[in-house]
């Protein structure tokens, strides 16, 4: 049994917070709950289907648009069936988990961490239903959806750190500045200098990745033993603020998250956490 999700009054004190923060429990299933709930199910419906007839002429038919709905919500059911049926198990020791959409996720149980620390099953837990997240759920970078759910951050003034958020840079990227060291174009220090910028651009890359965003969001809700439709409020966030990376240990992969929603995008965060369906 999941414990009982928050109240709806957002004069809801910190003692209640602390009392249904950190969710011990499954949070893969946790999440499967929030789907299968009308209120969260339809508003992601909603937003799947707003993005599919923004890519439609604007005279669009309310014939069409009920067709649209329809298979979408087909589409959605689907896949919630089979995104939950399993997990992949993964044995790739530099990367905990991955997943996209349609997929099922694999989480690599065997994976350390960059401080060379193997992860609880907590953090496993968290990872899959993040994944599975990634799974069910995908906006297109020209979507209105995804203008919205940027419009709750702000990544312009976030200082990555990368060497300590674990981004890696490609393969061809780190052949050419060993080759600039190598035919002393420029010095080691140097190299390093400009593999951190790159790194610094994969990290905002990949920060500002809608479909990071929303699964954050998700992890969130799943703190809070959010099993339903229930209203993420201003106290939610600052108590996760506060607590979230302590609590969970996940300090790399939340903290530029926390940082970007600032006091100009909170209120826009807040309403597309409560609305998108998450």
């Not at 038919?61 to 069936?81: A, C, P, T, Y």
């Not at 350390?112 to 609880?120: G, P, V």
């Not at 080691?188 to 790159?198: P, V």
Request: aromatic share 10%; with cysteine; proline share 2%.
């Amino acid at each position: 049994m999941f414990k009982e999700g928050l109240a709806k009054n957002p004069s809801e004190g910190i003692n209640s917070l602390e009392k249904k923060a950190n969710y011990e429990g499954d949070h893969t299933l946790l999440l499967l709950s929030r789907l299968n709930n009308d209120g969260v199910k339809n508003k992601l419906l909603e937003s799947i289907v707003r993005q599919h007839i923004s890519f439609y002429p604007q005279n669009i038919s309310l014939e069409q648009v009920d067709k649209i709905r329809k298979q979408e919500e087909i589409n959605l059911n689907e896949r919630i069936k089979e995104v939950f049926q399993s997990t992949q198990v993964g044995f790739n020791e530099k990367k905990v988990g991955s997943g996209g959409f349609g997929q099922t996720g694999t989480v690599c149980s065997f994976a350390k961490s960059i401080e060379d620390h193997s992860y609880s099953q907590k953090q496993l837990n968290i990872i899959e239903a993040h994944e599975k997240g990634h799974g069910i759920r995908t906006f297109s970078v020209k979507s209105p959806i995804t203008d919205w759910i940027k419009s709750g951050f702000d990544f312009s003034k976030i200082s990555f750190a990368p060497e300590e958020l674990g981004m890696e840079l490609g393969q061809e990227q780190k052949q050419i500045i060993q080759d600039r060291i190598r035919f002393h174009f420029i010095t080691e220090s140097e190299g390093r200098e400009e593999k951190n910028e790159l790194l610094k651009g994969v990290a905002k890359d990949y920060f500002e990745t809608c479909d990071e965003l929303v699964e954050r969001m998700s992890q969130l809700k799943n703190y809070f033993c959010m099993n339903g439709d229930d209203n993420f409020t201003q106290k939610h966030l600052e108590y996760a603020r506060k607590n979230y990376i302590k609590d969970t240990g996940f300090k790399r992969q939340m903290g530029p998250f926390f940082d970007a929603i600032t006091k100009k995008t909170e209120k826009n965060f807040l309403d597309v956490i409560n609305n998108l369906g998450v």
